[in-house]
């Protein structure tokens, strides 16, 4: 119960930060490593892991969280993170 009552208000946060464009230097690397966390539990690296030795997702064989991971890693490229020490000044 506390592991999902955390992820969902981690999600928010996350959400929150895209949608208004505050804090997105510091969560955007959280959301990074949150998608990545996701893809290699929940989702068992996108693999073809059930009891059948199939996938309920045919034709998705990297699963939605690493999809996400890449867009999160787009956004820190554009963003530039981490800053540059000559642009801070």
């Keep these: 119960m506390l592991f999902a009552v955390l992820a969902s208000l981690l999600e928010a946060v996350l959400a929150w930060s ?3 464009g505050r804090f997105l230097r510091l969560l955007l690397p ?3 490593l949150y998608s990545l966390a996701i893809w290699s539990t929940a989702e068992g690296f996108g693999g073809p892991y059930t009891a059948m030795g199939q996938t309920g997702m045919t034709g998705n064989m990297f699963g939605n969280a690493v999809l996400y991971a890449v867009i999160f ?3 820190m490229v554009a963003y530039r993170w981490p800053q540059r020490i000559e ?3």
Aim: net charge neutral; hydrophobic share 50%.
């Design 87 to 89: 642009e801070r000044s």
């Design 73 to 75: 890693l787009t956004f």
């Design 30 to 32: 959280v959301g990074f």
């Design 18 to 20: 895209l949608i208004t």
